[in-house]
């Protein structure tokens, strides 16, 4: 905790400004009245209404499926990006791939949503692929907006690494695939974790782009929470927004705690290495 | 050492054949992302462009084609400015436009206030408090964007959780319309964009040499005169990449505006979203998108600037 009185009140109201709305939904989804402001009695009502919404849980199989999906083709091209802005130097057309890249992180979504459901549709006129709109076109525009955030990810990572031992295994006479797959993947392999689920949560989570570019047959969790919370409160919501809390803060802690024994083994090694030499 | 030995061989074959075609693996490396992107980032864009000079009609798909063929080889190119005519004189687009401006500006300086102090906290904390922190910070992000609007509504409703506050500690005799304003917009963009503002000023603030305050400390400045002349120059940069970053996707906002927003809360995020799924008019969505984008040019060029900086570059 900072000393000066100050900096510990912003630091307590910015947290206190985050924290409050989602505490309150885990309250409120105990509660079993539809009302916020009257409690009446502690119950799980609002969980077993919301696992006996059949068109929600299709909706949120749909949406892991999805997200599973488009999250692992992201992070195939969100590496090579990667890749390629931090190690491959100038190459031709470097601004225009590097503007591509970082575009889509600030991109309104509207505009993504809008141009990609009229990329599809000119596609199907002119090519007769991809036919109609549906789970094909979704995953196509989810991979493209979330593989700019696996990029980033992995590329801060690779900027920051030290390219020394990439270069000892060049000089060593191996090819460039094998120090890839060899040297450069292994010690990236936490950014790629990192840039995977960040996809995956990305593309759980999209309602303007998906509602662009989905079809009538298929339709994502977001849709149906964003129809039934455009009329208001729904208690059912807050089960699930409690649902989600659970299981982001289990996985968040996990990878913290992972992180840090990682960081541990890693000094420690170091200072055998040290003693040892 | 056999296996490796095979794998290796593997993967001379595998790239020999790739040369035989004629491409290297960098080739094809640099190419596959980059196709990507040329056919469903910066396509769909002149596709957006296209369809903004077309008419609408009453067909699937609802647009006129600019090129048509009217008789054997010989073709014609309709194109029509009526769409962006028709938002130059009617007023909504033009008020939408202003009002996306105003309510992202009001946000990113909100974002701004309620964001340094927080980043500074966690950049003065005691080291081992820093991760922890970053993680508290971080974690909202993570749980869906929509819940987290949403859960405004019952906190800023009239019968909701503030009101209800407000109300038993005697401050106001009668609910406070908030839900439904510009008001709560802006709350809701503050909120949600919070993290995007705390994390870029975080790492301009960590890696501030703490010697030039230490110097400056010894030379007699009080703390608040070191903190103005000092700390806030020089964490300018990640000021900028906050309020990019809040304040680009903010002006094209829809979901906050449209489920805490009043019917008046005009944004052209929300006026686009009409066009296209309400009045099904493609062509004038598309050149309310175009409109958008230009507004935003000069803000994404400064951000590509500021990312590929911090990207860095060999």
Known sequence: ?277 | MAETVQSEMRHTGFLGLLQRVGLSGRALVVSVPYAWLLLFFLVPFLIVLKIALAESQMAIPPFTSLIENVEDLKYQITVTFYNFHYMVTDDLYIVAYLNSLKIAFISTICCLLLGYPVAYAIAKADPKWRAPLLMLVILPFWTSFLIRVYAWIGILSNNGVLNNVLMWLGIINEPLQILYTPVATYIGITYSYLPFMILPLYSTLEKLDNTLLEAAADLGCPPWKAFLTITLPLSIPGMIAGALLVFIPATGEFVIPELLGGPDTLMIGRTLWTEFFNNRDWPLASAVAVALLLFLVVPIMIFQNVQGKQGGHP
Request: charged share 15%; net charge neutral.
């Open chain 1, 1 to 277: 905790m900072p000393k000066s009185w100050f900096l510990r009140f912003g630091l307590i109201t910015g947290l206190l400004f985050l924290y409050i709305p989602i505490i309150l939904l885990i309250v409120l989804s105990f509660n079993d009245n539809r009302s916020v402001s009257v409690w009446s009695e502690f119950s799980f009502r609002w969980y077993g209404e919301l696992m006996r919404d059949d068109q929600l849980l299709s909706a949120a199989w749909l949406s892991v499926r999805v997200a599973f999906i488009s999250a692992s083709f992201a992070v195939v091209l969100g590496t090579l990006a990667g890749m390629m802005l931090a190690r491959f130097g100038a190459f031709k057309g470097r601004a225009l791939f590097s503007g591509m890249v970082s575009a889509p992180l600030v991109m309104p979504e509207v505009i993504m949503g809008l141009s990609l459901l009229l990329l599809f549709v000119s596609m199907e006129q002119v090519l007769g692929w991809p036919e109609g709109r549906g789970m094909l076109t979704i995953i196509l525009a989810h991979i493209t907006f979330t593989m700019s955030f696996v990029t980033v990810v992995v590329q801060s990572r690779l900027v920051s690494m030290d390219a020394s031992l990439e270069e000892a295994a060049m000089d060593l006479g191996a090819r460039p695939a094998k120090v890839f797959f060899v040297i450069t993947l292994p010690l990236i392999a936490p950014a790629i974790v990192s840039g995977w689920l960040l996809a995956f949560t990305l593309s759980l989570d999209d309602l303007v782009i998906t509602s662009f570019v989905s079809g009538p047959g298929s339709t994502t969790l977001p849709q149906i929470v964003f129809s039934s919370v455009r009329l208001g409160l729904s208690p059912k919501v807050n089960a699930l927004a409690t649902i989600v809390v659970t299981i982001v803060a289990i996985g968040i802690i996990c990878a913290g705690i992972y992180n840090a024994r990682q960081e541990k083994a890693r000094q420690r090694d170091e200072q055998m290495a040290q003693q040892g030499g």
